[in-house]
T-cell receptor, first 111, second 113 residues
Framework: GQQLNQSPQSMFIQEGEDVSMNCTSSSIFNTWLWYKQDPGEGPVLLIA?????ELTSNGRLTAQFGITRKDSFLNISASIPSDVGIYFC???????????FGQGTELSVKP | EAGVTQFPSHSVIEKGQTVTLRCDPI?????LYWYRRVMGKEIKFLLH????????ESGMPNNRFLAERTGGTYSTLKVQPAELEDSGVYFC???????????FGAGTRLSVL
């Protein structure tokens, strides 16, 4: 089946540092999404990308839909302790509604 | 407006027992999805309802899993009999439109001992 390779698996950074994570696929995706999961909660949508090359920001978060439609990255600038959590990329590659998820990047921020 | 709610939040059962998970989508959302995350791996799709109809059940692992959405409102996911490998977090999501933004519930953590 379709797979997304997300990296890194985990990150330990100092407060104030910038963070970058990415996802790649062997298949073309129509939509790329970035979700964040806080402990005990479900994934919450951060950014949605719908066009190849699209670059979108949401506060300190910036994400891009790769030109080849096979990759996406998420950057977090000036990290703060509340950025801690698991970040998932997800994509939709066919006409159906189901999402394919990456393995997640667990982010830890040291104050 | 209430979000997607799931019940129970945790369930611990023994191998061979039956468990039923429930999901209440956001009111008015016709699309309802079940996903599962096992042992820190990726979140995997199980199935998709449009109203009361199963639109896509390609992710259901085997016939021990039965999902229903009678009346097109809440949905249940029953595992019978449960096996050890069924342990994980089961998420439900709903969306208003076909391929619209999916809103997730907090999940049900299932532990099969």
């Amino acid at each position: 089946g379709q797979q997304l390779n997300q990296s890194p698996q985990s990150m330990f950074i100092q407060e104030g540092e910038d963070v970058s994570m990415n996802c790649t696929s062997s298949s073309i995706f129509n939509t790329w999404l970035w979700y964040k999961q806080d402990p005990g909660e479900g994934p919450v949508l951060l950014i949605a990308l719908y066009k190849a090359g699209e670059l979108t920001s949401n506060g300190r978060l910036t994400a891009q839909f790769g030109i080849t439609r096979k990759d996406s990255f998420l950057n977090i600038s000036a990290s703060i302790p509340s950025d801690v959590g698991i970040y998932f990329c997800a994509g939709n590659y066919n006409q159906g509604g189901k999402l394919i998820f990456g393995q997640g990047t667990e982010l830890s921020v040291k104050p | 407006e209430a979000g997607v709610t799931q019940f129970p939040s945790h369930s611990v059962i023994e191998k061979g027992q039956t468990v039923t998970l429930r999901c209440d989508p956001i009111s008015g959302h016709d699309n309802l999805y079940w996903y599962r995350r096992v042992m820190g791996k990726e979140i995997k799709f199980l199935l998709h309802f449009v109203k009361e109809s199963k639109q896509d059940e390609s992710g259901m692992p085997n016939n021990r899993f039965l999902a229903e959405r009678t009346g097109g409102t809440y949905s249940t996911l029953k595992v019978q009999p449960a096996e050890l490998e069924d342990s994980g977090v089961y998420f439900c999501a709903s969306s208003q439109e076909w391929r619209g933004i999916q809103y997730f519930g907090a999940g049900t953590r299932l532990s099969v001992l």
